[in-house]
């Protein structure tokens, strides 16, 4: 999964983007499953390296996210190196993100919902969402060369990519006290999900660092499907991940709509 395999990634179909490896693996770990089983192309691009983590360290996490990457039946997955727990929504930053929007080509993007209480969450729903559009600018502002944690000179410049703009944008509202627009049904890959989120034994594991902050593992099983049972019972199914679209839907057929009213 490296910029080595370039052209397989041209016209990804869904990129998740997020602060922290092993955000994406809890709030649309199960959707990026989904895709995959559909036969779509999926990546996702970590803006930190955890290197600020109460637990474990940058190199532990960058093992367990490639490891949970395949787990997740994803094509590409990198690091970026934005500062962890001080991301800023810049325009070195956002011209960061843009270079990997017009690498990918992905035509959904999913973004954390803006509301948050990481900051690094909140901040990357806008922060990703400007970068989406200078994605898309044919003449994006000139950056100096952003340097790039993997492989420097195999990735090109922002300016030297051809503009690209998602089509669409879904923010993971799963920890956001929101009502979501729509749901997506999990229900089979929810152990598969489960498995990409306990190869972070940097995070879950027990242990003595940071124990009175983070969940018991043994409970952590208990509250992620409570969650997806939740979200899933929203839209009639047995396990879901939330999504907010900023956009209205649309409708083509009203017998085809789904989740039943009574
Ligand atoms: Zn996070």
């Known amino acids: ?63 367990e996210a490639a490891e949970a990457a395949k787990l997740l039946g994803v094509r590409w ?35 954390p919902y803006w509301q948050a209480r990481h900051p ?4 990357v729903a806008t922060l990703g969402y400007e970068a989406c559009f200078l994605a898309g600018l044919s003449k994006a502002p000139a ?30 509202s799963l920890y956001a006290d929101v009502r979501p627009s729509f749901i997506v049904d999990i229900t089979p890959f929810i152990e598969q999900r489960q498995a990409s989120l306990m190869v972070y034994r940097s995070q879950y594991a027990n242990q003595a660092a940071g124990s009175g902050l983070f969940v018991a593992e043994e409970e952590i099983r208990e509250r992620t499907f409570a969650e997806a049972r939740h979200y899933g019972l929203l839209a009639g199914v047995r396990y879901g ?22």
């Open 241 to 262: 991940e939330p999504f907010v679209q900023k956009e209205v839907g649309l409708v083509d057929d009203l017998t085809l709509v789904p989740v039943q009213s009574i």
């Open 77 to 111: 997955r990198e690091a970026l190196d934005l500062p962890d727990g001080a991301v800023e929504n810049t325009l070195e930053n956002r011209s960061k993100i843009a270079r990997i929007v017009r690498l990918l080509r992905p035509r959904v993007v999913i973004l």
């Open 1 to 63: 999964m490296t910029a080595d395999s370039r052209p397989d990634l041209f016209n990804a179909d869904v990129l998740a983007i997020a602060a922290h490896r092993n955000d994406v693996e809890q709030t649309c770990g199960g959707t990026l499953l989904r895709m995959a089983s559909r036969g779509l192309r999926t990546a996702i691009l970590d803006l930190t390296r955890g290197e600020a983590g109460t637990r474990g360290t940058a190199e532990d996490r960058a093992t």
């Open 143 to 172: 950056v100096k060369a952003p340097a790039y944690s993997v492989e420097p000179e195999s990735v090109p410049e922002v300016a030297s990519l051809p503009p690209h703009r998602p089509f669409k944008i879904v923010y993971a």
């Open 120 to 123: 690094d969450h909140a901040i």
